[in-house]
């Protein structure tokens, strides 16, 4: 953590002591009623239907991903990716950092997808991630060298022309 944010923080602690202090010295008020929690419409059959479609239609393009890297085919990966991807990593670094860390792993013993998930990403996110939709598949893979399964995802965004195409693969 660098020296700004350490006394950001330390700010932000004095403040929020200070407030505490003023509140335990008030005397106590009736809590108002909470307010009840909205929850999320519940899905039609026909947007679930939708939904597993689009999640067997990106777990099939994801396994293809994992696939390519397997075989040491990530330069077509790029190839293929979106051009959100395209303007954040060259084809070189791309290839690089995945072939280094596949290495340092090993090959890949055994992948079980653990899950498809959703996010929309605005302006000015804390990821620093450009505008959109994304999709994510991710599995837990053993590798050869490592004791433990890692999580590897494979992260689709929806481009201007509608197509879902390869934004990001990573290992963690």
Do not use: C
């Not at 050869?144 to 399964?149: D, R």
């Amino acid at each position: 953590m660098n020296t700004s944010r350490l006394v950001l923080l330390a700010v932000a602690l004095m403040f929020n002591g200070a407030a505490l202090a003023q509140q335990a010295a008030q005397p106590a008020r009736p809590a108002a009623p909470a307010a009840p929690a909205k929850q999320a419409p519940a899905l039609t059959p026909a947007q679930q239907a939708q939904i597993a479609k689009q999640d067997a239609e990106m777990s099939k393009a994801a396994a293809q991903v994992v696939q390519l890297v397997d075989q040491n085919k990530t330069g077509e990966v790029w190839d293929g990716a979106s051009a959100v991807a395209k303007a954040i990593v060259t084809k070189q670094a791309f290839v690089q950092q995945i072939a280094a860390d596949r290495k340092t792993l090993g090959a890949p013993a055994e992948r079980k997808q653990i899950g498809v998930s959703r996010t929309y990403h605005e302006a000015n996110n804390p990821q620093g991630l450009p505008v959109g939709l994304y999709v994510t598949v991710a599995y837990a893979t053993k590798f050869a060298n490592a004791p433990q399964p890692v999580r590897e995802i494979v992260s689709f965004h929806a481009d201007d022309d509608k197509t879902w195409r390869v934004s990001g693969y990573s290992l963690r």
